[in-house]
């Protein structure tokens, strides 16, 4: 009889569910937009993936959470970090990754893995929305088009406008403040993505750039940001498939690992791995969380 697994990752913005079976195939999946860690999203992510393999809850045999909200998941197994998942999830599709960036409605981490696929380094912002895809929402409001349409709208800019990459409070103000100047909506969402990648790339170097370079999370999904993320870097940009269930995928993952530990153990190398944060200096953000919870 086959054996499946559940990860979920409960976010700041969206509910993300995956089921793999014991070798470790990705058999459903869901992605569901939400509010602030909703119980009801999160329910609706499982429910939309358990349909989607076929299952029902009784088929699976053992779930892992990760996310903000990841206590949250019912009858959840264990938990991990976001960063334990985002890395077991990539290393799965991409075996000889070297950086992930993970850029999420709320945050954004750069992580980079060793030579045996595991976390070696990590830094996150997870207090400012400079960098994030609050960023983008930000902008979007600013120019009166939907979020979805910015990164194509960016594509079509050429000129380097003046804005913060610093904090979006100011910049949500400098976006105002060109666009009352009557500056082309393009080049403005074009100079917000040159900034996002900017402050990306200041991560980055907080951990050391290594390739392959894979990118998840939702905003992977906006082509204007990865293109400006990939010049930022000098780098190809690797975006999985579907980029914004990495960490549910990895999630499944551990949880699939955890299930028979004579022959494949549980990644407790992973508590060895360093983290830093980032502070612009307006404001305080803590040190990094461990990676085992």
């Not at 000889?96 to 990590?122: M, N, R, Y």
């Not at 010049?231 to 549910?248: K, N, S, Y």
Request: hydrophobic fraction near 45%.
């Amino acid at each position: 009889m086959t054996s499946y697994f559940l990860g979920v990752d409960l976010g700041s913005t969206t509910a993300k569910a995956a089921i793999v079976d014991e070798n470790a195939a990705l058999v459903g999946s869901s992605v569901v937009q939400m509010g602030a860690v909703s119980r009801q999203g999160m329910r609706r992510a499982i429910d939309a993936a358990l349909g989607q393999a076929g299952l029902e809850a009784g088929d699976i045999a053992r779930i892992v959470g990760t996310g903000y909200g990841r206590r949250l998941v019912p009858g959840v197994d264990r938990t991990f970090t976001e960063i334990t998942c985002h890395a077991r999830g990539v290393v799965e599709w991409q075996p000889d990754a070297g950086l992930v960036i993970d850029i999420g409605g709320q945050d954004s981490k750069a992580i980079t893995i060793d030579a045996l696929g595991l976390v070696d380094e990590f830094a996150m912002n997870d207090r400012c929305a400079s960098g994030t895809g609050r960023f983008f929402e930000v902008l979007a409001r600013a120019l009166e088009c939907e979020v979805q349409e910015i990164g194509a709208l960016a594509l079509r800019g050429s000129a380097d406008l003046e804005v913060s990459s610093m904090c979006a409070t100011f910049a949500e103000t400098e976006i105002v403040s060109l666009v009352a100047e009557g500056a082309d909506p393009a080049d403005i969402a074009a100079s917000v993505h040159r900034a996002v990648a900017a402050r990306i790339l200041g991560l980055v170097s907080l951990v050391g750039k290594r390739t392959p370079v894979v990118l998840t999370g939702g905003v992977a999904k906006n082509p204007g940001a990865v293109e400006f993320l990939a010049r930022a870097l000098d780098a190809t940009l690797i975006v999985p498939r579907e980029p914004q269930i990495t960490g549910a995928f990895g999630a499944a993952l551990l949880a699939r690992d955890a299930a028979e530990p004579s022959t494949r153990g549980e990644p407790l190398p992973l508590i060895s791995a360093t983290g830093a944060t980032t502070d612009c200096g307006r404001c305080a953000v803590p040190a990094g969380r461990g990676l085992l919870d």
